[in-house]
């Protein structure tokens, strides 16, 4: 690329794999170390390299310290980039179909700027020749800047799970809790993991076994983008390439956004026959389960999976057949036998009923003090689910058990040796060696931050006590689960790429101890869940910077100022949509179509009430009415074994270790609030991408398949945002056949003989 000559960062050549494939592919030669090898292996050119071997192809193994990092582009790139991500993804989070775009928007984007920064900004030298000299542009924009602004937007990429709380506290129970609350629990959840990244880095950075595979895709990316690119006659550049697919984006989302957002899900069962409640259950892509269901809106492809253009295909089927066994064996047959009641409600709904398939009154059972009304619970009676829901809750039981087992018996042996080597591992590999050449971040800076951390949110938790009701034991139980599971899981995610998901625990744990208390319930589960994910995703950053060479203290300011723009942003982007969108996230008051349904904060909602107002025990324990739901975790300890016997049963299918039960029944954890059309759509276009052009169109895929993901994601971002100020704000909207995105109303219908609901037929 044009301005980036850095001799340093060029590359010997190596396999297509290095960049082309959509997942790093195991060779017969990396057999070795996962027998126990961990010799280093060399180059072609004969230098060290690293003992993995995926890390070997595509990790650069050359360093320039003398590039400049932390310039003045960083600081303005990285601070926009961090800025825009967390609007957008805030912004898009209450939404129909709540947009996550990544980092890699960013990494894209920032290019031409970067190169524009350098090529206009003047380049005196500020203070020559004394203690502060500086210039605000040091030459080339170079990729060690564009690391730096890339960790700065990952801070404003991931969703800030505690705005969560805030949302449902404000919006859902409506309940007070003051900007100054919903600030510091946000900022001491996100800095809690800081915390923890800080104390465990030393094990899951800096050991050649702790690999990250998922870092390598951002590896190829940044030398996909900085090596030269001259125009071939008849093809475009990537950013050329780029611009194109971001103008197309941009102008199309005009129609699912606004003019047409009937095309976020068609569902042309319900349109065959509109009469009938069966084929609108099966049919209806966003109440239902979606057969024959499609959309063509970006912003629903990618809501809840990710970029579809991103996903292996063994991957992609494996979460296409885990959808399919919930959502079309599991479900149906649950329904039609009408276990649990289930032909009272819906067939597929994230809602709260009576007996009578009424919508729960919380509000009646919750007394002045913010805690169950046991009086008025026995008036109102048990809570129910909907079928769906039901069973979400039992995969979600199953794939905690699954994951544990499967990663003991597929990787339990590979885990042991790679653990006791980032324990024991003396001999630092080729990345550590260009690391110490680096200032190192002292552990007690570190460990500071977690002290005052941790006693800080003891004070709020009690200085505030009324509004976020837990106590201070609650907090060091939290923080005592977080430090508990950090390490392993840690080395799970860094050598399997496998992230088992703990909230259920959290919940658990803390709805049996202290029921009856809802935001207690969610303060626990974002202090020690959350800010044990949060950690998780700060190691994988500094993994990214270990691979890259950043110096470690421009890692640390980096991370401590991204984490503090994108939790400002988040909070205020959040706290300004709560008060200028009329009945934000009240679907009962929200005019038809409205895209401000709160699906994910429904959920959160709906969690908080089954959890933590009315316990587990009400109703998944003794006195629940879903107590057989617990099956569920016995079938998830089961499932892993059989695939692991069938493997050792029949050694020359290959096929059967791919498949993997944690990713079975982990496929539809997301629904709801996550939709039939979400997947349906979302495994054509990864099956278009991952399997079609990575097979036979290599060449185009190799090139723009990444690309494309992140200017499709740009592009709607920005129109999505350009719409709801033009024109939502001053709730400007279009009244036809075509406004309506599903068309199925009769999906929501139960079937039970004597069930009377508005809108409804009754049997």
């Not at 890390?55 to 582009?73: G, K, M, Q």
């Not at 957008?88 to 890699?104: D, V």
């Not at 030459?139 to 799970?161: C, D, M, Q, R």
């Not at 885990?415 to 324990?423: G, P, T, V, Y």
Request: glycine share 8%.
């Amino acid at each position: 690329m044009p301005g980036n000559s850095e001799k340093p960062f060029t590359m010997t050549t190596a396999t297509n794999d290095e960049i082309t494939a959509p997942l790093i592919q195991k060779s017969r030669s990396s057999q070795n170390q996962q027998d126990g090898s961990c010799s280093a292996p060399e180059s072609p050119d004969g230098l060290e390299n690293s003992p993995i071997e995926q890390v070997a192809l595509t990790v650069p193994i050359t360093d320039d310290p003398s590039l400049p990092t932390f310039t003045f582009r960083t600081w303005v790139l990285g601070t926009l980039a961090c800025v825009l991500l967390s609007f957008l993804n805030q912004f898009f989070w209450y939404r129909r179909e709540p947009l996550s775009i990544s980092s890699i928007s960013a990494q894209i984007a920032v290019v031409p700027l970067g190169h524009l920064m350098a090529a206009t900004i003047t380049d005196r030298v500020f203070f020559k020749d004394r203690k502060f000299e500086f210039t605000l542009n040091p030459g080339p924009f170079n990729v060690k800047e564009h690391v730096l602004v890339t960790i700065f937007a990952n801070s404003g990429a991931g969703n800030v799970y505690a705005i969560h709380l805030v949302s449902v506290v404000k919006v859902f129970y409506k309940k007070r809790m003051s900007f100054l609350v919903a600030l510091l629990v946000v900022f001491t959840t996100q800095v809690l993991g800081f915390g923890w990244a800080g104390v465990f880095r030393r094990y899951l950075v800096e050991p050649a076994a702790m690999w990250w595979p998922q870092n390598l895709v951002q590896v190829s990316l940044f030398r996909a983008l900085h090596e030269k690119e001259e125009r071939a006659k008849g093809r475009l550049t990537r950013n050329q390439f780029f611009l194109i697919a971001f103008v197309c984006s941009f102008a199309y989302y005009v129609l699912p956004g606004y003019l047409f957002p009937a095309l976020t899900s068609l569902s042309w069962l319900c349109w065959v026959f509109p009469n009938s409640i069966l084929a609108h259950q099966l049919g209806s892509g966003l109440r239902g389960l979606g057969i024959g269901a499609i959309g063509f809106d970006w912003s629903s492809i990618s809501a809840y999976l990710g970029s579809p253009l991103a996903s292996p295909w063994f991957a992609t089927v494996n979460i296409a057949a885990g959808f399919a066994l919930i959502t079309y064996v599991i479900s149906p047959i649950a329904y039609w036998l009408n276990l649990f009641k289930a032909k009272n409600f819906p067939i597929f709904s994230d809602d709260l009923f009576t007996s009578t398939g009424q919508s729960y009154n919380i509000s009646a059972i919750i007394d002045s003090n913010f805690h169950i009304d046991m009086e008025a619970y026995e008036r109102e009676g048990p809570l129910y689910l909907s079928i769906f829901f039901a069973m979400s809750y039992g995969v979600g039981f199953a794939c905690l058990t699954a994951t544990v087992v499967h990663v003991i018996l597929f990787h339990g042996r590979d885990i042991l040796h790679l653990s006791k080597s980032a324990f024991q591992e003396k001999k630092m590999d080729v990345h550590t060696k260009l690391m110490r050449k680096y200032k190192q971040v002292p552990e007690w800076w570190f460990t500071c931050i977690l002290v005052v951390n941790i006693a800080a949110t003891i004070f709020i938790c009690q200085y505030y006590n009324d509004q976020l009701q837990l106590p201070w034991w609650g907090v060091l139980l939290a923080c005592g689960l977080a430090i508990f599971f950090t390490l392993p899981v840690g080395v799970i995610t860094a050598t399997t790429n496998q992230t088992p998901a703990l909230n259920m625990i959290t919940e658990y744990i803390i709805g049996y101890i202290y029921p009856g208390f809802p935001v207690a319930n969610m303060c626990f589960k974002v202090y020690g869940y959350i800010s044990m994910k949060q950690g998780i995703i700060f190691l994988q950053d500094f993994k990214l910077g270990h691979y890259m060479k950043i110096a470690p203290r421009a890692m640390f300011f980096a991370q401590v100022g991204g984490t503090i723009i994108a939790a400002l942003a988040h909070i205020g982007t959040a706290w300004w949509l709560m008060d200028t969108v009329s009945d934000i996230c009240d679907r009962e008051l929200l005019p038809s179509g409205s895209p401000w349904t709160c699906p994910g904060d429904h959920v959160f909602y709906d969690a908080s009430v089954i959890w933590g107002l009315i316990g587990p025990r009400r109703i998944f324990g003794d006195l629940g009415y879903y107590s057989a739901i617990n099956w569920f975790f016995l079938a998830g300890a089961i499932a892993p074994v059989l695939v692991w016997l069938a493997a050792k049963a029949f050694p020359n299918k290959p096929w059967i270790k791919l498949i993997t039960m944690p990713v079975l029944f982990g496929a539809t954890v997301n629904m709801p609030p996550a939709t039939a059309v979400n997947y349906t759509s979302w495994v054509l276009i990864a099956f278009a991408s991952g399997f079609v052009a990575y097979r036979y169109y290599r060449g185009w895929w190799s090139r723009h398949n990444y690309v494309l993901s992140g200017a499709l994601d740009a592009g709607l971002a920005f129109m999505g945002v350009l719409l709801y100020l033009c024109l939502g704000m001053e709730d400007v909207s279009l009244s036809w056949w075509g406004g309506d995105s599903d068309r199925c109303p009769l999906a929501s219908c139960p079937t039970n003989q004597g069930i009377v609901i508005k809108g409804c037929p009754v049997f």
